[in-house]
């Protein structure tokens, strides 16, 4: 497993036991549904299946780009002196 599956995995756990403590919490819901089963067959399935064919996008959607590239910076430094 690399290192961001293994991070990823742990936020899904960790998602999904925030979201048990909550129902434990609140409480059931009014149609009396078992939630806790239900969110049991949930992390038994491991989840939706959260793929980009899956929800509808392309295989490989575009990347947003955040921030500017290194040659960006180093153009507006020189122009700045």
């Known amino acids: 497993m690399n290192f ?3 991070i ?4 899904r756990q960790a998602v999904l036991l925030g979201v048990s403590d909550a129902v434990e919490t609140i409480g059931p ?5 078992d939630m806790g089963q239900h969110l ?19 295989a490989s959607p ?6 500017r ?3 960006e910076v180093q153009a507006s430094a020189a122009k700045a002196s």
């Open 69 to 71: 590239s290194l040659s």
């Open 4 to 6: 961001f599956a293994w």
């Open 62 to 67: 575009k990347r947003k780009k955040l921030g």
């Open 40 to 58: 049991l067959e949930v992390i038994r399935k491991g989840g939706p299946d959260t793929t980009p064919k899956a929800i509808g996008g392309s």
């Open 29 to 33: 819901p009014p149609n009396e549904t």
């Open 8 to 11: 990823r995995e742990g936020v």
